[in-house]
């Protein structure tokens, strides 16, 4: 099972409606891991604890659902704290 095959719309359209107007997707991914622990720690437990790879799948998952999510990537990234607290860039998003 790939870490993919765990990730559905429904799932993320709840996640939509809790995050701010405008979102980035490292709040996005605090927000999953906070409601759906479990299928994120699963997630995790398939790619060997290396939570990089997860959250790139849920990244780049918004972005291949973001018509069916209804949300826009705005231009440019920012540095957001990671799930972890590290720094990092990463997409912004606005609902539609």
């Known amino acids: 099972m790939k870490t993919t095959e765990t ?10 409606a809790l995050s701010n107007n405008e979102f980035d997707s490292h709040d996005f991914i605090k927000i999953y ?9 699963a997630m995790l437990r398939l790619c060997g604890g290396d939570f ?3 959250d790139r799948d849920m990244a780049n998952f918004l972005k291949s659902n973001a018509a069916t999510l209804d949300i826009i990537r705005l231009s440019g990234d ?3 704290e990671n799930i972890i607290g ?11």
């Open 7 to 16: 990730l559905n719309v429904e799932d993320f359209k709840v996640c939509v």
């Open 33 to 41: 891991a906070g409601i759906y622990a479990a299928k994120y720690v």
């Open 52 to 54: 990089t790879i997860v």
């Open 78 to 80: 920012v540095e957001s």
């Open 86 to 96: 590290n720094i990092s860039p990463n997409a912004t998003w606005k609902k539609a």
